[in-house]
């Protein structure tokens, strides 16, 4: 069965770091998403992408943050200067359409920012 | 957005019974509800779908129910088995958008 696959599987990061969370999605998807969880909590919407531009971003979703497709496999979540509270799982998903259908999930990055 | 910390609802049920995991969702216009399944250090995980012209779906040993007029999902696992231990989560999504909004989690536990 078609994966997404993240890495890496964990990160620890210094504080005011940069980072980059790298996916692949499903070769034939055409929608991808990142997520985050903070540990305990609910999952949160980050950005979701389509055609080489972000299609809706959530207030989490700042501008430390961005998301970029280098070529036509890998999709990337940048997180410029990193914060304490950017400590979370990190989920990237693919779809193979919009919104209304559901997503496949990757395994998931743990951002650690000490 | 929303904060529930670190104690998520638990539902204990013994191996064989039928669980039955509510969930309240939050926009009267989401028109896609999703349950997913996350077992630990694992993404979540798509269980069974329903779109809001239905009010009841099933899947294999899994049925979603949609309340619309309360805005109420439910989820119900027959003979439930100790590989269904995870923590529930209901998401809700409008037609409109590309995201999905989660609920809060159930984590359910099955006793052997």
């Known amino acids: 069965e078609p994966e997404v696959t993240q890495t890496p599987s964990h990160q620890v990061t210094q504080m005011g770091q940069e980072v980059i969370l790298r996916c692949v999605p499903i070769s034939n998807h055409l929608y991808f998403y990142w997520y985050r969880q903070i540990l305990g909590q609910k999952v949160e919407f980050l950005v979701s992408f389509y055609n080489n531009e972000i299609s809706e971003k959530s207030e989490i979703f700042d501008d430390q943050f961005s998301v970029e497709r280098p070529d036509g496999s890998n999709f990337t979540l940048k997180i410029r200067s990193t914060k304490l509270e950017d400590s979370a799982m990190y989920f990237c998903?693919?779809?193979?359409?919009?919104?209304?259908?559901?997503?496949?999930f990757g395994s998931g990055t743990r951002l650690t920012v000490v | 957005g929303e904060s529930v910390g670190l104690h998520l609802p638990t539902l204990s049920v013994q191996e064989g019974d039928n669980s039955i995991i509510n969930c309240a969702y939050s926009n009267s216009a989401s028109d896609y509800f999703i349950w997913y399944k996350q077992e630990s250090g694992k993404g979540p995980q798509f269980i069974i779908d329903i779109r809001s012209n239905m009010d009841k779906r099933q899947g294999q040993r899994v049925t979603v129910l949609l309340n619309k007029t309360v805005k109420h999902l439910s989820l119900q696992i027959a003979a439930t088995q100790p590989g269904d231990s995870a923590v529930y989560f209901c998401?809700?999504?409008?037609?409109?958008?590309?995201?999905?909004?989660f609920g809060t989690g159930t984590r359910l536990k099955v006793l052997a």
């Open positions: 998903a693919s779809s193979g359409s919009g919104g209304d259908y559901g997503y496949t």
């Open positions: 998401a809700e999504n409008n037609s409109g958008t590309y995201k999905y909004i």
